[in-house]
């Protein structure tokens, strides 16, 4: 056993408190019960008593003390520096949040909305072809080619692919802000491309490049937010990233409204998608650069100075403080690929790759494929309404869950998430299979599809990229971010593949009822696998769980 102990030294000097180090130590002790008590004063003393020991997060019992200090200015006639130490027994979930952090006084938000342009083009590239292949198949003289559409399509999910791998190593290499700049180029590329294609080669590499960039912003965008975003907005900050792929979505679907009197009106919509683009690049001129990743590269200075400028003044000291704890003694460069697979990192990245698994076979695409004609069966015949009820409700529960991050915590409404998901794929399966329910069958099904979209809106949709960048360490946490999002986005493209011969051969009914065994299994998942993480910064997050592992 371990007990593993966090120490700072510090110096009253004329005018005000400086620390002078901060050293962090392990040593081999035998099993014994422990106690932390604080005295506060010039020189703080901790005595031994009892405390029990308690399990840690991957499993091993060990125990870990941690000292904060409340920073303050000592005047020429003295004064106390207070610190308060405390015992940590390797469970994230059972530490509560620190009281003594000011609150950030900066300004975040804008840059916030700058990043989220990379959601809002993520959600919008994916929903623009919907309506639009009709009409750009007429156009390009493959109406009667449903493999070529199928490409047209599904290019899009193997760039987005590529790029969401390549955003991480990306985003290590050239910083953060760098990489949303370079990321507008196929961005912009491909959605000229498509708006001026000829032929379907020129469409299918502009969806290609198109797909490039979501899948560059995927990862990027999340991992933004997460760095620069105070640790009490955290959470509803992170989850604005899913609320706004919904809202890329829906302008898609608006965008496709004057195709039934302009049939050529498909150009226009894939030319809309250039604007996002440019004000992303544009915005990222102004835009600070993480904080952490410039701590990372030892630019001291640039870092504190961004600080400033998202979190305020006050929280300069506070922050720099965290960011030394969190590498001290650390001179490791950032990790490579096969560090992902190391003993020392697989049990967290496999958590966030196993998210993104769990969301896409949780049956997410089927519900929205199958939407159109289940609301037919309960007599709603337009497709835009259908569309527009599916989409609106995903809003309404992400907007839902972003006010919800903060308070109920990420596991917690993960777990909410996929038991209503498990629920609403039984009501849908037992509304087509079951005879008692056949005269309430498309009322039925309309419900358990609103209900799953609220359900998946709640957790399963904003969560796992809100939660990956914060159990991340930051020496993997842009290409572990990558790599999930990797996952999310294969995934997503075998299921597209294969799920109609999987439902012609088994049945609706039958795949609704698998989709609920799914989601059942991730909440036994999630239940003893994910961490809480909300209220606590990265830093704190990553010091515990490297003390867990």
């Not at 940590?88 to 059972?94: H, K, Q, R, T």
């Not at 496709?256 to 030319?271: E, H, V």
């Not at 998946?456 to 904003?462: D, E, K």
């Amino acid at each position: 056993m371990q007990a593993i102990a966090g120490s700072k030294i510090f110096s009253p000097l004329e005018g005000r408190n400086r620390v002078q180090g901060w050293r962090t130590f392990c040593s081999g002790s035998s099993a014994r019960p422990l106690n932390l008590a604080v005295t506060e004063g010039p020189s703080a003393k901790i005595s031994k008593g009892a405390v029990g020991l308690k399990s840690s997060l991957w499993g091993s019992r060990k125990i870990c003390m941690e000292k904060r200090m409340n920073l303050g200015l000592t005047n020429k006639r003295g004064g106390s520096s207070k610190f308060r130490a405390k015992a940590y027994d390797g469970n994230l979930e059972s530490q509560s949040t620190a009281s003594g952090k000011s609150k950030s006084s900066g300004t975040v938000l804008p840059y916030v909305g700058v990043a989220c342009l990379g959601a809002i083009l993520f959600g919008y590239h994916l929903g623009v072809v919907n309506g639009a292949l009709e009409y750009l198949a007429r156009d390009l003289g493959i109406a009667d080619n449903t493999v070529l559409q199928g490409w047209v399509v599904s290019t899009t999910l193997a760039g987005a692919t590529v790029g969401s791998f390549t955003g991480g190593a990306l985003a290590d290499k050239l910083g953060r802000r760098r990489s949303f700049q370079l990321d507008a180029i196929p961005l912009v590329v491909g959605a000229f491309l498509s708006a001026t294609a000829q032929s379907v080669q020129a469409m299918i590499i502009g969806r290609l490049l198109a797909g490039i960039g979501i899948g560059i912003s995927s990862a990027l965008v999340p991992l933004y937010i997460s760095e620069i975003s105070p640790t009490e907005i955290r959470g509803a900050l992170g989850s604005v990233n899913q609320l706004f792929i919904c809202v890329g979505i829906l302008l898609a679907l608006v965008a496709g409204l004057p195709l039934a009197g302009n049939p050529l009106w498909w150009r226009s919509m894939f030319t809309i998608a250039t604007v996002p683009a440019v004000l992303m690049a544009l915005g990222m001129l102004f835009s600070p650069e993480s904080p952490r990743w410039l701590f990372k590269q030892g630019r001291v200075v640039e870092a504190e100075s961004a600080i400033k400028t998202l979190w305020g003044k006050g929280k300069v000291e506070e922050v720099m403080i965290e960011l030394r704890a969190s590498s001290s003694g650390s001179v490791e460069e950032d990790a490579g690929w096969f560090d992902l697979f190391s003993k020392r990192y697989w049990k967290v990245v496999s958590v966030g790759a196993t998210l993104f698994l769990f969301q896409q076979l949780a049956g997410i695409n089927a519900v929205v494929y199958y939407s159109t004609s289940v609301f037919r069966s309960a007599g709603i015949a337009s497709d835009v309404a259908a569309s527009a009820l599916v989409g609106a409700s995903n809003v309404i529960g992400t907007a839902v869950a972003s006010s919800l991050m903060d308070k109920q915590g990420r596991k917690s409404l993960l777990i909410t998430s996929f038991t209503g998901m498990a629920a609403s794929m039984l009501l849908l399966s037992l509304s087509l299979s079951w005879k008692a329910l056949s005269q309430y069958s498309g009322i039925l099904a309309v419900l358990g599809t609103v209900l799953y979209v609220v359900s998946f809106s709640l957790g399963a949709g904003p969560v796992p990229a809100l939660l990956l960048p914060e159990i991340f360490a930051s020496r993997i946490r842009a290409k572990a971010v990558s790599l999930s999002l990797g996952m999310h986005w294969v995934s997503n493209f075998i299921i597209g593949l294969y799920f109609l011969s999987v439902c012609n051969k088994f049945g609706i009914s039958k795949v609704y009822l698998g989709f609920a065994t799914v989601c059942l299994l991730a909440v036994i998942y999630v239940a003893n696998n994910v961490v809480e993480t909300k209220g606590r910064s990265l830093e704190e997050i990553e010091r515990a769980l490297s003390a867990a592992t």
